[in-house]
């Protein structure tokens, strides 16, 4: 149950675009379509923002967009806000059924 | 709409037990995996354990086999957390979620948490 890997923060000015990635195993990422990324403010319960790798919850903007390559994930969102600012994680089922989470990445909006 | 409530965090002596529940309300408790995540203090996510609807099959992180139990009563739309031999590394907020398996694999709704403080 090793912990996915993601970069400890990433930053950009409004408007641009950012990528957080995600990176796994064969046994998790690589091996399953059901990666989640969640939206967590401080001192807030995590939302989420994009399962199953590529869909978007009802509500969620459209600028949040999900993928995968390999054992690898990514959240890109673009046209960057001010209220984009706060912690993501990643999320991947593991052949162990059992669940795993990425570090943490914290976003800053310039 | 769906609404998800923790109860029981506390501080609690290293070696200690405590139990936490999650009552849900708003949907159909037993058609969900229910799961429990934490987070430390300054640390990120950690999945926790989860139970499948009808109870059948429970599963737990490496860190915490066979000191916590998970369970559920879907009679009564709530589930638990039971804590056994405590550790300071245990001290977090407990979040517990929906889903996390078949049908739903992500957490779509969570709780605001309950804090575990594990001290002497």
């Known amino acids: 149950q090793s912990a996915l890997t993601q970069p400890a923060s990433v930053s950009g000015s409004p408007g641009q675009s950012i990528t957080i990635s995600c990176t796994g195993s064969n046994s998790d990422i690589g091996g399953y379509d059901y990666v989640s990324w969640y939206q967590q403010y401080p001192g807030k319960a995590p939302k989420v923002m994009i399962y199953d790798v590529s869909n978007r919850p009802s509500g969620v903007s459209n600028r949040f967009s999900g993928s995968k390559s390999g054992n690898t994930a990514s959240l890109t969102i673009s046209g960057l806000q001010a209220e984009d600012e706060a912690d993501y994680y990643c999320s991947s089922y593991s052949s162990t059924n059992t669940r795993v989470f990425g570090g943490g990445t914290k976003l800053t909006v310039l | 709409q769906v609404q998800l409530v923790e109860s029981g965090g506390s501080l609690v002596k290293p070696g200690g037990s405590l139990r936490l529940s999650c009552a849900a309300s708003g949907f159909t408790f037993s058609d969900y995996y229910m799961t429990w995540i934490r987070q430390a203090p300054g640390k990120g996510l950690e999945w926790v354990s989860y139970?499948?609807?009808?109870?059948?099959?429970?599963y737990y992180a490496d860190s915490v086999k066979g000191r916590f139990t998970i369970s559920r009563d879907n009679s009564k739309k709530l589930m638990f957390l039971q804590m056994d031999s405590l550790r300071a590394d245990d001290t977090a907020v407990y979040y517990c979620?929906?889903?996390?398996?078949?049908?739903?694999?992500?957490?779509?709704?969570w709780g605001q948490g309950t804090l575990v403080t594990v001290s002497s």
């Open positions: 979620a929906r889903g996390g398996n078949w049908p739903t694999y992500h957490f779509d709704y």
């Open positions: 139970i499948s609807g009808r109870a059948a099959t429970p």
